[in-house]
């Protein structure tokens, strides 16, 4: 059987949406400068063709004044806005994540439905800008397609009536599930806190009130500090947990840790020849055996190379790098993003840039539906068909030569002219 490692780089979230955090700069960096490209020549081309009832309305109109002097402004090119730069976007991506948060406290959402539903946000405005669809509507969008994709399947009026809303969600849902490249699955660590807990408890010597509140506050930790930060895009859930469980308890991350990656391997057995250790579950890490090496036997020193000090010094310094990460944004912060005199200095004269920059064309999800739909049915009607006339297109479907002649060249073998004995040649 595979290794949990060897599964998990199998998953859409390891293979498509993992990062170094170079990667992901130069990600939004990518997305950014194409958005501003994409909103500058729609704005430039929306200026040099105005509506045609504008256009015509004065068309025959004579100038009154006689001059027939056109007027320099009416042709001139738009000034471009300013338009959101990178941090700038992040910034309100945060904003309207914790806004997402707090819907789904509000929709009583479960663990899994609520991270679900961020990593979908998150993932989305990754690859897409906030400046080309509206943040706040694709909050509902990501909460039901979230719910969807955990398994609980919310009516639509419903969903719609518990937030007091007549947005139409649907018209942003497939939206989403093309940013996201329509990989629904998403690991959370929430699963793997339990069974951390569940080891801890096995030792024996460790105080029950300690290890529940240890899972307590990095249960807490866990909805609120890997969402509102970039810990889905650079580490594993289990790296997540652990994280979590340091900014807990780290006596007990590092207990955990210390009895996982402690082996150090004897030079020889009691014969003097090489030692080796059973080791279930390495037969598909593609671990390099010995001649006639048994499968799930390994020898000390690749064990070591695995569960070893070595590779426990590298797994505490990614786990303290992700600690890092999620102590800045400790779940006490939630006050900030909810605080009225950050929303005014912060998050305010972001927005109000925002509403000059975005894109004119694809803000509207149900306008921007309702045309995708119209070209699709004009892209099908304009569909070249076979017609009754077209004699080898029919003749392909139908068989023979359907062409307007065809009846002449039957008649003429009926009568014989031209042709050969229909009784054969002379015997």
Known sequence: MASEDARYRETSQFQAWSFSPAQLAAMREKTNA????????????????????NNTSHANTPDLSGHGTPNPTENSTPALPDFLKPEEEALLVSFYVSE??????????????????????????????IMTYPPQEM???ALFVGSKAEGRFPRIIEFQQKFNTKQDILAGEFLLCQGNRFNFEVRHPFRALMGAMMELRSYGDIDEQRILA?????????????LMTDAYFH?????????????ADRGLAERLIQETFHFVPPTTNNDNTPAVTPLPGLENLGIARKEGGNKGITTNDERAA???????DKVMGTIEACRNMLSNELPERKSHWTSESIFKSQIRPVRKKLTKCRDPDRWNL?????????AGVRRADSEERPTASNGTKDAAIFGGDLSADAPEKKRRKVDGNGLEDPFGGPL
């Open 34 to 53: 194409i958005a501003r490209q994409r909103i500058a020549e729609r704005i430039l081309a929306s200026a040099s063709n105005p509506p045609t009832s």
């Open 100 to 129: 997402l948060l707090r819907a789904a406290d509000h929709l009583g959402a479960p663990d899994e439905v609520r991270a679900t539903a961020t990593v979908f946000f998150r993932r989305f405005f990754l690859t897409n800008s």
């Open 139 to 141: 909050i509902l969008v």
């Open 214 to 226: 240890a899972e307590k506050r990095a249960h807490e930790i866990l909805l609120f500090s890997p």
């Open 235 to 247: 580490y594993t859930p289990s790296q997540i947990m652990f994280a979590a469980l340091s900014l």
């Open 306 to 312: 695995i569960v070893g000090p070595g590779i426990r």
């Open 366 to 374: 149900s306008e921007l539906q309702r045309q995708r739909r119209e």
